[in-house]
């Protein structure tokens, strides 16, 4: 079976520094931060990559990545601790010329807290003038993003009827991380969603309930998009049929009058 490659669009724009990820797990972002950070070291190594026509890379001095875990019995780190080790080191010694790839922010401790401590860090490598991609379930930090004018959100594309992610990136929008949907997909007993679902802040309902909305209407833009782009396709086709029809009448018109010219000047000929 042939599978189907997916290109991973990202464009800063000119005052953006940190692009935010969002999407359920198994969506895609950790593969999007692994396809940036490789991208950019084989860029800067002189190798090809694959990238469209126009594609234009920064150059950067250092490139700061913490991605999956890493528990230490020896160093006695657990996983929370060995995140913010690693985002220490990056923040101590980034500057303009940084690239900072953070999976996960503010994961692995109380939510609250974790979330208060992912915007300060957000904050500091804005000051630094650093380069970041972070990914993050965390709705405070999503919302952070969109307040601030150095940041830009993005979403991974999934598909929660099949459980798949497409690994796209929607600039612009934020995602759910559709635990919920998954849990039930998964046939979790339907009374621990039911009750679940009780134990939610209004307020996180209400920004699932915002961020689900926009999902659809960009799926629904999608879906007219396609099809404006069919029709057009349709339109350009059946313009370029009439074209050439035009051009064979053109033709026979020419012919036809050409025809009669030489028999006009045949029968001239004849008088004179």
């Known amino acids: 079976k042939r599978e189907e490659t997916v290109p991973i669009d990202i464009e800063n724009g000119d005052n953006t520094r940190i692009f935010v990820i969002t999407g359920p797990n198994t969506g895609g972002k950790t593969v999007c931060l692994k396809t940036i950070g490789i991208l950019c070291l084989m860029f800067q190594s002189g190798l090809f990559i694959p990238a469209g026509s126009g594609t234009e890379l920064p150059i950067f001095q250092k490139i700061f990545a913490d991605i999956g875990d890493e528990q230490s019995i020896a160093q006695n780190l657990s996983t929370f601790s060995s995140h913010l080790k690693n985002i220490k080191n990056a923040i101590e010694n980034c500057d303009d010329h940084t690239l900072i790839l953070l999976d996960e922010l503010g994961a692995g401790t109380d939510p609250s807290e974790g979330s208060a401590l992912g915007c300060a860090i957000i ?12 990914t993050t379930h965390i709705n405070d930090i999503k919302l952070f993003a969109y307040a601030n004018d150095a940041c830009q959100n993005g979403a991974v594309e999934f598909d929660i009827n099949t459980l798949k992610p497409k690994y796209k990136i929607v600039p612009g929008l934020v995602s759910s991380s559709f635990n919920l949907e998954i849990a039930r997909a998964l046939k ?4 621990i969603i039911e009750r679940s679902l009780t134990f939610l802040s209004e307020r996180h309902i209400r920004i699932n309930s915002i961020v689900k909305k926009l999902m659809q209407s960009y799926d629904y833009l999608e879906k007219d998009k396609i099809n404006l782009d069919e ?8 313009e ?28 001239i000929y004849i008088l004179k």
């Open 123 to 134: 904050e500091e490598i804005i000051k630094k003038k650093a380069m970041a991609f972070i």
């Open 188 to 191: 979790l007993p339907i009374n």
């Open 231 to 238: 029709k057009l396709k349709t339109i350009s086709r059946q």
């Open 240 to 267: 370029l049929i009439l074209k050439k029809q035009i051009e064979k009448f053109k033709n026979e018109e020419r012919t036809k009058l050409k025809f009669k010219l030489e028999k006009l000047d045949h029968l």
